[in-house]
């Protein structure tokens, strides 16, 4: 089925480790986003990207690293994890910029992470 | 720099009764007002936008919303509360030919049976 999806769900890190998120849409969406969900602060941009191979940083990206190389995919990559990195994090996709969608944005079911 | 505010961390409502969640806006433009809604476990799901025209919009599954440009607000309502609709609520604005949204801290909506 059509649709976006997160892996893994859940994982528990130790800080200084190097773990990827990885993302996946199946509809060619051009825009794919990264946010943290943590308590008291919603939702924040990590990363976006309005195609493959453009980038663009969001409200908090420091300490983390995206790449796409394919249009399908958005992995997300904390270097050297810290503990203020546990959180819930969602991917988003887009047809075109939010504003000229009528779907503006369908999100994964999030990754629970955790960095101990 | 735009920004969102839902001053409400927790509404309840007892069901049947109409419901309300509150959200305004600070933007230097016009804006493009988002309402989400999160279900345990589960992504963000989108229930209605406002772009332009009528500042009555209708969404998903009985909600709507009501755009007041001299308040800066859009807030979320329903008719008739459901216990079904408990959930978290996200309030979001764009501007236009922009890439990317702001969102809001949530609100977390109560349906009492």
């Known amino acids: 089925d059509a649709g976006i999806t997160q892996s893994p769900r859940y994982k528990i890190t130790e800080t200084g480790r190097q773990v990827t998120l990885m993302c996946h849409q199946t509809?060619?969406?051009?825009?794919m986003f990264w946010y943290r969900q943590d308590l008291g602060h919603g939702l924040r941009l990590i990363y976006y990207s309005a195609a493959a191979d453009i980038t663009d940083k969001g409200e908090v990206p420091d300490g983390y690293v995206v790449s796409r190389s394919k249009t399908e995919n958005f992995p997300l990559t904390l270097e050297s994890a810290t503990r203020s990195q546990t959180s819930v994090y969602f991917c988003a996709s887009s047809h075109n910029r939010v504003s000229y969608s009528n779907q503006p944005q369908h999100f994964g079911d999030g990754t629970r992470l955790s960095i101990l | 720099a735009q920004s969102v505010a839902q001053p409400e961390d927790q509404v309840n409502v007892a069901e049947g009764n109409p419901l309300t969640v509150k959200c305004t806006y600070s933007v230097s433009g016009n804006p493009y007002l988002f309402w989400y809604v999160q279900y345990p476990n589960r992504g963000l799901q989108f229930l209605l936008k406002?772009?332009?025209?009528?500042?009555l919009v209708k969404g998903s599954y009985g909600f709507e919303a009501e755009f007041n440009k001299s308040q800066t607000s859009f807030h979320l309502k329903k008719p008739s509360a459901l216990v079904s609709d408990s959930a978290l609520y996200f309030c979001?604005?764009?501007?236009?030919?922009?890439?990317?949204?702001?969102f809001g801290k949530g609100t977390r909506l109560h349906i009492l049976p």
């Open positions: 979001a604005v764009s501007l236009n030919r922009d890439d990317k949204i702001i």
């Open positions: 509809w060619s969406h051009s825009y």
């Open positions: 406002y772009i332009t025209g009528d500042n």
